[in-house]
């Protein structure tokens, strides 16, 4: 039986896609605080938060297996209350060392999370037979809009042990209430993995080609990973480096650096919300070429823009470029190889964020942040071009 399209499954699933983006950005907002605290470099930071990805790609494939065993939605449940807990711990590290060992579980709970909320979301999608995925993420980006707001108003008033304390808390209460919604809603058949080389088209059916072949799918597969993998690249420079950006090289406040970010997040919600109906407009393979380019666009604005609404105007076309990449790769990684799929693109995903911390830290201390900031505008570009290759293999979602 199929969900009304904003069924309470659908509602809960994005409840949980908002969470993990409000989560995740109470850590991003406070970065510099916890940098000052444990007195680090930015190579220094850039191996701690690698930490973070470690945890995260080391977590995807267990989470994936997971996830075929007992199903998406309790181990989403599992994930985001293990998130809510871990936000709490870097505001207690006081060494370099400590911090990368907390952001070890932290990316643990994050890696967990995204990669069963994404299967949850495929199984959704081919439900509601329409391309929904964007919307799911325009919950995450939301969640991080939101997230950047209140840490940055209660930047002043409370420490970040506090502000770190009611993001988790927060999380928590969420977690509980729509995990309770989720688990009692009928479950959504899950996407078994079609190796026919042929994502699924806006109806959420798959054809079979008898000419396709496994071997095939798992190239599409590693396609979609790469574009995943590029993308995240630039989502996690824009989240480990955007604030600070902001405040060493364009002189802005705490709190105008956290608007910056903000407003990125902002812009990639807005776009994720129309991403829907773009995709089925443009087609998916164009929507993420376009999209691609103007992230790269943008970034060259963002690091080289000499004065704060330059640089902020900037972020806002990374924001909106990138809207859409990373859920569009997954959607199609997870039509064509069921969780697995998504746990396989999510890892190479999140790979991005494994090597952005440790090539954006050491550039920035060789060359400064604004010209290590420019080889998002490269990963960007990568991403733009990739869906063409995966588009001569698949069938076009329009």
């Known amino acids: ?87 709490l711990l870097p505001a207690h590290a006081h060494s370099v060392t400590a911090l990368g060992g907390v952001l070890l579980l932290f990316g643990a709970g994050y890696g967990g999370a995204n990669v069963a909320m994404n299967s949850a979301a495929v199984d959704l999608v081919a439900q509601l037979r329409r391309p929904v995925m964007p919307s799911f993420h325009a919950g995450y980006s939301f969640g991080g809009l939101v997230g950047t707001g209140v840490s940055g108003l209660l930047a002043g008033p409370l420490s970040t042990a506090w502000a770190l304390a009611l993001s988790a808390a927060l999380g928590m209460a969420v977690t509980v209430g729509a995990g309770v919604v989720l688990l009692r809603s009928p479950a959504a058949a899950a996407v078994a993995p079609s190796h026919t080389g042929r994502t699924a088209e806006p109806s959420g059916t798959a054809r079979p080609d008898a000419g396709s072949t496994r071997p095939r799918t798992r190239l599409l597969v590693l396609l979609l990973g790469l574009t995943a993998l590029c993308t995240a690249y630039g989502e996690g420079a824009i989240a480990d480096w955007a604030t600070l950006h902001l405040t060493d090289d364009v002189q802005a406040s705490s709190v105008v650096a956290a608007t910056g970010y903000g407003a990125y997040a902002f812009a990639m919600a807005g776009g994720r919300v129309g991403g829907t109906w773009l995709s089925i407009r443009l087609g998916q393979t164009r929507l993420m070429l376009f999209g691609g380019l103007t992230a790269a666009v943008g970034m060259l604005v963002a690091a080289l823009a000499p004065v704060v609404p330059v640089a902020i105007c900037g972020f806002v076309l990374v ?56 080889t998002v505008t490269l990963a960007a570009t990568v991403a733009a071009l990739l869906p063409l290759s995966v588009g001569r293999r698949v069938t076009d979602d329009r």
Do not use: E
């Not at 809960?12 to 605080?33: E, H, Q």
């Not at 973070?52 to 065993?69: D, E, Q």
């Open 319 to 374: 924001g909106l470029g990138l809207a859409n990449l990373f859920p569009l790769a997954i959607a199609r990684a997870g039509a064509a190889g069921g969780p697995q799929g998504v746990a396989f693109a999510s890892s190479l995903g999140y790979g991005g964020m494994l090597i952005g911390p440790v090539v954006i830290g050491f550039l920035a201390d060789a060359a400064g942040l604004p010209l290590a900031l420019t």
């Open 1 to 87: 039986m199929t969900d009304s399209p904003w069924g309470p499954a659908r509602i809960a699933l994005t409840a949980f896609f908002a969470v993990d983006g409000f989560l995740f950005a109470s850590w991003v907002v406070r970065i510099p605080d916890i940098r000052s605290q444990v007195s680090a470099s930015h190579s220094a930071l850039g191996l701690a938060l690698l930490c973070l990805s470690i945890g995260a790609v080391l977590t995807m494939p267990v989470i994936g297996r997971l996830c075929l065993r007992y199903g998406s939605r309790p181990v989403t449940v599992g994930s985001l209350a293990l998130l809510s807990l871990a936000v």
